[in-house]
């Protein structure tokens, strides 16, 4: 089983960055998928999720700038980040979660926005 995200990097603020995650080793298209994002001292925190009849959840603070998807055939989950804030840097991470097996997790990817 793993979840492994690339796409990070270093952008300038109002910018933009694309996420991405393949999967393997999983009944992908039974998994919710998500992003969280840790920022140095703080706990790791919700970005979005992704179910696997397609409908979204998304925090509060990147709603409107921040979109997910996810593609079945590829198992990929995708975040697609637009107008990106220095507040907005992190380490991100991919999830999948399916009730009877738990939330897996990926290594993460950093993100840094400066301003």
């Known amino acids: 089983v793993q979840l492994q995200a690339s796409g990070g990097g270093l952008v300038r603020a109002g910018g933009s960055l694309r996420l991405a995650c393949a999967a393997s080793?999983?009944?992908?298209?039974?998994?919710?998928m998500g992003w969280y994002r840790q920022a140095p001292g703080n706990l790791r925190e919700l970005v979005a999720t992704?179910?696997?009849?397609?409908?979204?959840n998304y925090a509060g603070t990147v709603k409107g700038r921040f979109t997910i998807s996810r593609d079945n055939a590829k198992k990929m989950v995708f975040l697609e980040m637009n107008s990106l804030k220095p507040e907005d840097t992190a380490v991100y991470y991919c999830?999948?979660?399916?009730?009877?097996?738990?939330?897996?997790w990926g290594q993460g990817t950093q993100v840094t926005v400066s301003s």
């Open positions: 992704i179910t696997s009849g397609g409908n979204t």
């Open positions: 080793g999983i009944n992908f298209g039974v998994y919710t």
């Open positions: 999830s999948a979660s399916y009730r009877p097996i738990g939330t897996l």
